[in-house]
């Protein structure tokens, strides 16, 4: 992603400099349980059968979570 260089930010108006200014870490969006829960049972998986397709290992994983993939 391309920066802003400190000669645009003096054309923007002050409104759009502050909205384009990065969130506080305490601010980011922080995965959901059913993300971990995926996450760790595609790890699960892929250190069983490193060779298994990715789209397999999805599918798996969906499968054994009870989700439809």
């Known amino acids: ?3 802003l260089t400190p000669r645009i930010f003096k054309l ?3 409104e759009m400099v502050e909205w ?3 969130l506080p870490k305490e601010q980011w969006a922080k995965p959901g349980k059913e993300l ?9 998986i892929l ?3 490193l ?6 290992v999805f599918a798996e994983a969906y ?4 989700m439809k993939g």
């Open 1 to 3: 992603m391309p920066t």
């Open 63 to 66: 499968r054994r979570q009870g």
């Open 12 to 14: 923007l108006p002050a």
């Open 36 to 44: 971990i829960t995926l996450s760790e049972e595609l790890r699960h």
């Open 20 to 22: 384009s200014k990065p």
């Open 51 to 56: 060779d298994l397709p990715i789209e397999k």
């Open 47 to 49: 250190q069983q059968d």
